[in-house]
């Protein structure tokens, strides 16, 4: 693959040495048995380290000559990389605006590229990145390889990740949101509502983020005693089209929910035009909770109800990982952050309508 230097081998003339590996801190923190921001600890002199654990970190990185390489200055490029998914949505915008206030507090630029998924186009961004530099990258709701993990830790630039698709390096800090309290919250809500038959359209079936929605909307039930139903699990990916056709799947069956948690507001929109379509209204005959609580959420007809995420803050707190390091920003030895979540209640969600409220 392509980084600061040509992908192909090393050419090495004779009695030469290859050059060794660039170690990582979460390498190091491995062969340590500590975490990575004691690593970080140790490198920037903090006196919050044992003096057993400082002076076997100091050993590993005299061994791997961590300290040599660190000590030269580190040319900035005034760039920070937002990679995401899909860009087409006001999800990413409030992504962007998060990133983008951060950066402007530094006195950074921000570049976005859209993956769309795809092997090719990430592939394209990280030849891009290994050409002009960065000085900090932050992936949304997307991911790399370990190839491509590695890659990017040798061209020694910081990472964080906003609502992972898998899960991320040991060293690579994370900023999410209470999801699955999120996703009990929205399921929560529909039972107080006194409705018994709720489905759920999920989202991107690889991502943590939807899987804890999932799992929440799942222990909400069990808590009521109500068995999990299979046929009201619908696949999703959080846009609106999946959302749409996942709840015209809902409304065909024999007996329909009376209620949804659409795993994303994208979805929540998609499913209101399902419902409109089949002659029913939202929240009289199927209420429809969403989550993220995106700008348009209040401008839908009706208002909907959802689970407010901190998209924003969740965003900027990343980029100031990424400009300022994770110890500058994050309190005590984790690397992993949660927002928290936080129901919004409008007018898509009513009482179960009497003749459909039966398991």
């Known amino acids: 693959?392509?980084?600061?230097?040509?992908?192909?081998?090393?050419?090495?003339?004779?009695?030469?040495?290859?050059?060794?590996?660039?170690?990582?801190?979460?390498?190091?923190?491995?062969?340590?048995?500590?975490?990575?921001?004691?690593?970080?600890?140790?490198?920037?002199?903090?006196?919050?380290?044992?003096?057993?654990?400082?002076?076997?970190?100091?050993?590993?990185?005299?061994?791997?000559?961590?300290?040599?390489?660190?000590?030269?200055?580190?040319?900035?490029?005034?760039?920070?990389?937002?990679?995401?998914?899909?860009?087409?949505?006001?999800?990413?915008?409030?992504?962007?605006?998060?990133?983008?206030?951060?950066?402007?507090?530094?006195?950074?630029?921000?570049?976005?590229?859209?993956?769309?998924?795809?092997?090719?186009?990430?592939?394209?961004w990280l030849d891009n990145v290994s050409k002009r530099g960065s000085d900090g990258i932050i992936l949304a709701v997307t991911d790399l390889t370990p190839a491509q993990h590695k890659q990017v830790n040798s061209m020694d630039i910081p990472l964080a990740v906003v609502d992972p698709v898998g899960s991320p390096d040991a060293g690579v800090p994370m900023v999410g949101a209470t999801n699955w309290q999120g996703g009990m919250a929205a399921t929560q809500h529909l039972l107080d509502l006194g409705h018994r038959r709720i489905g759920i359209l999920q989202g991107l079936e690889e991502a943590l983020c939807a899987r804890a929605r999932l799992d929440g909307y799942r222990a909400a039930l069990e808590g009521a005693g109500i068995a999990v139903d299979p046929a009201l699990q619908q696949p999703g990916d959080f846009y609106y089209t999946t959302g749409y056709s996942g709840m015209r799947n809902l409304l065909a069956l024999p007996k329909p929910p009376t209620a949804v948690f659409a795993s994303s507001d994208l979805m929540a929109l998609g499913a209101y035009e399902a419902i409109r379509q089949a002659g029913l209204r939202v929240a009289t005959d199927v209420s429809i909770v969403g989550f993220d609580d995106v700008p348009n959420a209040a401008w839908a007809s009706p208002p909907l109800t959802t689970v407010h995420q901190p998209l924003r803050e969740m965003a900027a707190l990343a980029a100031r990982i990424v400009l300022q390091g994770a110890e500058a920003v994050l309190p005590g030895p984790t690397l992993r952050m949660e927002l928290a979540t936080q129901l919004v209640v409008r007018e898509s969600t009513g009482a179960a309508p009497g003749g459909r409220s039966a398991t």
């Not at 090393?10 to 290859?18: L, M, R």
């Not at 970190?57 to 990679?83: F, M, Q, S, W």
């Not at 915008?93 to 859209?114: C, F, I, K, R, S």
Request: proline fraction near 4%; hydrophobic fraction near 40%.
């Open 1 to 124: 693959m392509p980084g600061r230097r040509s992908s192909s081998a090393t050419t090495v003339t004779s009695g030469a040495a290859a050059p060794a590996a660039r170690v990582t801190i979460a390498e190091i923190a491995r062969e340590a048995g500590v975490s990575a921001p004691t690593v970080s600890k140790v490198l920037n002199g903090h006196d919050q380290v044992a003096p057993e654990t400082r002076a076997r970190v100091e050993e590993l990185l005299r061994r791997h000559n961590y300290l040599r390489r660190r000590a030269r200055p580190k040319k900035t490029v005034g760039l920070i990389d937002l990679v995401i998914r899909e860009v087409d949505s006001l999800w990413a915008g409030e992504v962007l605006q998060g990133v983008q206030g951060a950066a402007a507090d530094h006195g950074t630029e921000v570049v976005m590229t859209a993956t769309h998924g795809t092997a090719a186009q990430t592939l394209r």
